[in-house]
């Protein structure tokens, strides 16, 4: 049947019901449906993202796709240094993406290194040049921003340049860079701001010290850093830093990678030490000038209260994330915030995302007890989309989520902590764990001390997995396979019947079978 002749027949079909279906022809010809609510609300939109991170895009997109009315709002604020960026987010401009490049950067050079044990003939002297590394992962960005701007054009969901505020529950007020002043409504509304960098009240740190808002987009080369604090930023930075060959350093006040396993945690900086990242443990800066016109002097005070001083090219400061809410007059419209971290708190009516106004949700880092990983709020934002418009009732899962931190020597976890398994459990758990030692890090003789895993398990039979660690070469690539077991409940006696890939580190996972309570010592010795 001819395309003129179907879409003939589809106009005159008559709706006894108070909802019709918008038909569209998809890429391989085939009629799709999707539900439109009619008549219309009186609203401008059925839905007003503010935010245009991932979650953001994610969930309009989807709620797009389902045929409704869809705004994003998006505005970055230039950091204190005057860093901005374009649409796509924390994630895509300033986080996970231009980080796993410039980690990769440093890898390579790593590689280069071990390439002469291997046999392959390179030159002592083997040169690299920041300014082509920007260049290169700056070109990446900006073409994911174009594409996000393509994906919406596509879905027909307007995007504005503008910041946004809510006059009421269903009012935003729009501001666009030259200071345009334009009223829109939604019936719905979602939060997906994100966070943004925390600087401390120290003197100088808002004139002198950069982000990872400004890191990534730094023309010069950073030289001589001071990385401050020992947040996962702080030492994914510092970890690529050095291994790009800057002279790098992190001053931390008290433990590396708060919240995640302290063993694993501990090792990972350990690991960082060993292959020349300098740290300045307890300590804490209490002064920041200026310093022979492009340096900066940092004075810094130890757990004894000592002060000592030092000139820096660079110091970033990564001490945390404040969720970026100030100034949408959330709180003047009934929803409640974290006071301290400014976050919205979720979860009213049974709804992990609804905050306390009916119509207003969060979603992404913004959001109270969620979880501040992109595929979290990606998830998240398409389940909400879902749930809005297309009768679904499944809620977003923030447990069991795995995740990886890109230092040097990658850690990855999903599940439960030790720490908080022992305090959850207690003494019903078992510990499986092994030192391993990877292939390829045998011939060059790469360091190995650190390279580590662990499986927390229930001791009740079937011994169910709660919590797998990994700290090695790749392992984001090696837990994502678990990760998705662990999530269906498998256990430690289904893991041991796995055959393992030989020779991967991926097979030690499948092999551990020494307890921490044996007191064995769990160095992997052969096959």
């Given at each position: 049947?001819?395309?003129?002749?179907?879409?003939?027949?589809?106009?005159?079909?008559?709706?006894?019901?108070?909802?019709?279906c918008?038909?569209?022809?998809?890429?391989?010809?085939?009629?799709?449906?999707?539900?439109?609510?009619?008549?219309?609300?009186?609203?401008?939109?059925?839905?007003?993202?503010?935010g245009?991170?991932?979650?953001?895009?994610?969930?309009?997109k989807?709620?797009?796709?389902?045929?409704?009315?869809?705004a994003?709002l998006?505005?970055?604020?230039?950091?204190?240094l005057?860093?901005?960026?374009g649409?796509?987010?924390?994630?895509v401009?300033?986080?996970?993406?231009?980080?796993?490049?410039?980690?990769?950067?440093?890898?390579?050079?790593?590689?280069i290194?071990?390439?002469?044990?291997?046999?392959?003939q390179?030159?002592?002297?083997?040169?690299?040049?920041?300014?082509?590394?920007?260049?290169?992962?700056?070109?990446?960005?900006?073409?994911?921003?174009?594409?996000h701007?393509?994906?919406?054009?596509?879905?027909?969901?307007?995007?504005?340049?503008?910041?946004?505020?809510?006059?009421?529950?269903?009012?935003?007020k729009?501001?666009d860079?030259?200071?345009r002043?334009?009223?829109?409504?939604?019936?719905?509304i979602?939060?997906?701001?994100?966070?943004?960098?925390?600087?401390?009240?120290?003197?100088?740190?808002?004139?002198?010290?950069?982000?990872?808002?400004?890191?990534?987009?730094?023309?010069?080369?950073?030289?001589?850093?001071?990385?401050?604090?020992?947040?996962?930023?702080?030492?994914?930075?510092?970890?690529?830093?050095?291994?790009?060959?800057?002279?790098?350093?992190?001053?931390?006040?008290?433990?590396?990678?708060?919240?995640?396993?302290?063993?694993?945690?501990?090792?990972?900086?350990?690991?960082?030490?060993?292959?020349?990242?300098?740290?300045?443990?307890?300590?804490?800066?209490?002064?920041?000038?200026?310093?022979?016109?492009?340096?900066?002097?940092?004075?810094?005070?130890?757990?004894?209260?000592?002060?000592?001083?030092?000139?820096?090219?660079?110091?970033?400061?990564?001490?945390?994330r404040?969720?970026?809410?100030?100034?949408?007059?959330?709180?003047?419209?009934?929803?409640?915030?974290?006071?301290?971290?400014?976050?919205?708190?979720?979860?009213?009516?049974?709804?992990n995302?609804?905050?306390?106004?009916?119509?207003?949700y969060?979603?992404?880092?913004?959001?109270?007890?969620?979880?501040?990983?992109?595929?979290?709020?990606?998830k998240?934002?398409?389940?909400?989309?879902?749930?809005l418009?297309?009768?679904?009732?499944?809620?977003?899962?923030?447990?069991?989520?795995?995740?990886?931190?890109?230092?040097?020597?990658?850690?990855?976890?999903?599940?439960?902590?030790?720490?908080?398994a022992?305090?959850?459990?207690?003494?019903?758990?078992?510990?499986y764990?092994a030192?391993?030692?990877?292939?390829e890090?045998?011939?060059?003789?790469?360091?190995?001390?650190?390279?580590y895993?662990?499986?927390?398990c229930?001791?009740?039979?079937?011994?169910?997995?709660?919590?797998?660690?990994?700290?090695?070469?790749?392992?984001?690539?090696?837990?994502?396979?678990?990760?998705?077991?662990?999530?269906a409940?498998?256990?430690?006696?289904?893991?041991?019947k796995?055959?393992?890939?030989?020779?991967t580190?991926?097979?030690?996972?499948?092999k551990?079978?020494?307890?921490k309570?044996?007191?064995?010592?769990?160095?992997?010795?052969?096959?």
């Amino acid at each position: 049947m001819a395309l003129r002749q179907i879409a003939s027949k589809i106009s005159k079909v008559q709706f006894a019901s108070s909802r019709l279906c918008v038909y569209q022809w998809n890429v391989r010809g085939v009629v799709s449906a999707s539900n439109v609510q009619t008549p219309d609300s009186g609203y401008d939109y059925d839905l007003v993202v503010i935010g245009g991170g991932s979650g953001g895009l994610a969930c309009s997109k989807e709620a797009a796709d389902l045929g409704k009315r869809v705004a994003v709002l998006d505005y970055v604020e230039p950091s204190p240094l005057g860093t901005t960026w374009g649409l796509g987010g924390t994630c895509v401009n300033v986080g996970c993406i231009p980080k796993k490049l410039m980690h990769q950067a440093a890898l390579l050079g790593e590689a280069i290194k071990d390439s002469r044990s291997f046999g392959w003939q390179v030159p002592e002297n083997v040169g690299f040049s920041w300014e082509t590394l920007v260049e290169g992962v700056q070109n990446h960005v900006k073409s994911l921003n174009w594409g996000h701007k393509v994906q919406l054009n596509d879905k027909n969901v307007k995007y504005m340049n503008a910041k946004g505020s809510l006059l009421d529950e269903h009012t935003i007020k729009t501001v666009d860079k030259k200071g345009r002043e334009k009223t829109i409504t939604a019936e719905n509304i979602v939060i997906a701001v994100g966070m943004r960098p925390t600087h401390p009240e120290i003197p100088g740190a808002r004139e002198f010290c950069m982000s990872s808002d400004d890191i990534f987009w730094r023309k010069k080369p950073p030289g001589k850093t001071l990385c401050i604090g020992a947040s996962y930023v702080s030492l994914e930075c510092a970890g690529f830093l050095n291994g790009l060959g800057y002279d790098t350093t992190v001053l931390m006040r008290s433990i590396p990678l708060r919240g995640f396993d302290q063993e694993m945690a501990k090792m990972t900086a350990d690991h960082m030490q060993t292959v020349g990242t300098k740290f300045l443990r307890k300590c804490v800066p209490i002064k920041f000038e200026s310093y022979a016109g492009n340096h900066v002097k940092v004075t810094w005070e130890d757990h004894e209260s000592h002060q000592h001083s030092d000139v820096f090219e660079t110091v970033l400061m990564a001490i945390g994330r404040t969720a970026d809410t100030k100034g949408l007059n959330l709180e003047n419209v009934g929803v409640r915030l974290n006071k301290s971290t400014g976050k919205i708190i979720g979860k009213n009516d049974g709804d992990n995302e609804r905050s306390s106004v009916r119509n207003i949700y969060a979603i992404g880092d913004v959001l109270e007890n969620g979880l501040e990983l992109t595929p979290v709020a990606i998830k998240a934002g398409k389940l909400l989309a879902k749930r809005l418009f297309s009768h679904s009732k499944e809620q977003m899962d923030y447990e069991k989520v795995p995740t990886t931190v890109f230092t040097p020597l990658e850690y990855s976890c999903i599940g439960l902590s030790e720490e908080h398994a022992l305090s959850k459990y207690s003494d019903h758990i078992e510990i499986y764990h092994a030192f391993y030692k990877p292939l390829e890090y045998t011939i060059p003789g790469r360091d190995v001390k650190n390279c580590y895993m662990k499986l927390i398990c229930l001791k009740d039979r079937p011994n169910k997995i709660i919590g797998c660690h990994i700290l090695g070469p790749n392992s984001g690539e090696i837990l994502q396979g678990f990760a998705t077991a662990i999530r269906a409940g498998i256990s430690k006696e289904q893991l041991s019947k796995t055959i393992g890939i030989h020779p991967t580190i991926a097979e030690e996972v499948v092999k551990l079978h020494i307890t921490k309570s044996s007191g064995i010592d769990p160095t992997v010795t052969g096959c």
